[in-house]
């Protein structure tokens, strides 16, 4: 994808996922709907972003793996991943699709010191939380988890999808 045009998918993927983690929350699925609605129109079905239900909070609000970085390499395994009725996977698609992922991972990590949602919490809010217990939650949304925080990552989550995805040529 030609530079100028890339820039413009990948903000506009951003202030998408900015404005559906601060509307809706749920990160997995912001960064599959942002991505969905950019570049993914064709790859990315109803079902993929039904199954990110329960990674966000770092997958079942237990502040594990990140739901936007969960949700971005879901994302990228649409693109390229290994088919159900290709299971046997002769062309190879597994290893080149966990190759993105380790990049995404890789540049997430760089970012945020972690790929965890605790310890993403940690670098962007000064401390984790545990938003499985109301009054945490509580102080989580009073901090701004919702308002700029969690947007901002959900935001660079697909910006990076989308540049590896370029960087294949899968876009």
């Not at 997958?59 to 649409?78: E, K, M, P």
Request: charged residues 30%.
């Amino acid at each position: 994808m030609e530079s100028a045009k890339l820039k413009d998918v990948t903000d506009r993927a951003a202030e998408l996922a900015w404005k559906y983690e601060r509307q809706y929350g749920g990160c997995g699925q912001v960064a599959l709907a942002a991505l969905k609605e950019t570049v993914g129109q064709d790859k990315i079905s109803d079902a993929v972003f039904q199954a990110a239900t329960g990674m966000a909070g770092g997958v079942g609000r237990c502040g594990y793996v990140c739901g936007a970085l969960n949700g971005s390499v879901a994302a990228l395994s649409c693109f390229w991943g290994r088919p159900y009725d290709n299971f046997a996977d002769p062309e190879k698609r597994r290893g080149r699709t966990l190759d993105m992922a380790k990049r995404l991972v890789r540049k997430f990590e760089a970012e945020y010191g972690s790929a965890d949602c605790r310890g993403v919490q940690t670098k962007i809010m000064g401390r984790s939380y545990d938003i499985s217990v109301p009054e945490d939650m509580e102080q989580f949304v009073k901090d701004g988890g919702h308002d700029d925080k969690c947007p901002s990552v959900c935001a660079n989550a697909v910006r990076w999808a989308i540049e590896i995805l370029n960087d294949e040529c899968l876009i």
